[in-house]
């Protein structure tokens, strides 16, 4: 069997590798090439694109970069074409890997989509594109089956992913020792760069303004450390550790995204925070119909988390919940057993291993 894998940033490399391996250890004879990263490589797969090459982000922002985005496409379908996969697996990643899925059906390959654009806040468009350009969705989120099947979308949920990798997390005893006892605040400023550049000013800035904590910057590999620390502040950065940070952290506060749910997970009390490009955020406040932005919220259906967006992301605001969480222990409780419920709603099914195994039987049918 050969299997073609594309994703376009760091979460999706996680879970794309992840999934690679369970293919691996089901059908050891499977070959894989994709695009992705380190996580994609680890599980066997020839990674022919690196994924950070990918990482354009926001309505200004793709409009800029459309040439480099077309050069990317082409790139992407004449690598398909030679390898000529059995099936052709596409994560997440929605704006590239639909306009792909478009070209792959008219081509005869049949394509998986594992972890779905998420039609159900916006652009409901694309789940009709589900319906008619691939032959499976794998879900993860249980609320995207009925979403997804009044569409005619064939869809399975599977599990969610993020319990993978939690499970595959082996802990830093080194980096637990260093900060064993300490008070600490996970600071998740995100993994792009110009979300990280709208995100950690302010971090930096309330990171001077609780005594008795150790603020520690979530950084990526990819970013400098004078990149971090052109932001002022008073926080310590560690690279590659985000795991091992959450695992130590008495609150965080989060940039919107996966990360929110990886902090949930780790039972960790959070503040979740955005802000984007004021074109892009007015843009998408006129196409975006859900009620919140995190995916603790969304999952919940309610308001667990605190939200900060745009305008109300300042330091003032977010020290003011930050603090609740340190400090008010009705607050922090009630957000843990809120936490809770929602780990009881997600299951704890083995997500990468069944989408392997939804994806094998596709592929023989």
Known sequence: MKCFIICGERSGDLHAGNLAAALK??????QMQGWGGDQMRAAGVEVLQDYEELAIMGFVEVLKNLGKIKGFMESAKAQIDAFAPDVLVLVDYAGFNL???????SKGYKVVYYIPPKA???NRSRAHKLRTLTDLTLAIFPFEVPFFKEFGVNVKYVGNPLFDAIRKYEADG????????????????????QEIEAMLETMAEISKQVEDYTFIVAGVSSFSEDFYRSKGGNFELVYGKTYDLLSIASAAVVTSGTA????????VP??????????????????????????VNLVADKEVVKELI????????????????????KSRQ????????????????????????????QQNK
């Not at 306009?99 to 059906?105: G, I, Q, V, Y």
């Not at 929110?260 to 039972?267: G, I, Q, S, V």
């Not at 745009?310 to 222990?329: G, M």
């Open 310 to 329: 745009q305008s109300d992301y300042t330091a003032e605001r977010t020290l003011t919940e930050l603090k609740k969480l340190l400090f008010d222990n």
């Open 174 to 193: 080194a980096f637990l020792k260093k900060w064993e006892g300490k008070k600490v605040v996970a600071l998740l400023p995100g993994s792009r760069k």
């Open 99 to 105: 306009r792909l899925a478009s070209w792959a059906k």
């Open 260 to 267: 929110t749910l990886e902090t949930a997970l780790f039972k």
């Open 25 to 30: 250890d089901i059908h050891p004879e499977v």
């Open 334 to 361: 009630k957000q843990l057993d809120e936490y809770a419920e929602i780990i009881r709603t997600l299951g704890v099914k083995e997500a990468s291993r069944t989408a392997a195994e939804e994806i094998l039987i």
């Open 270 to 295: 959070q503040v979740v925070v955005y802000k984007t490009n004021p074109v892009t955020y007015a843009i998408a406040k006129l196409l975006v119909k859900i009620k919140f932005i995190s995916l």
């Open 120 to 122: 159900w806040a916006w």
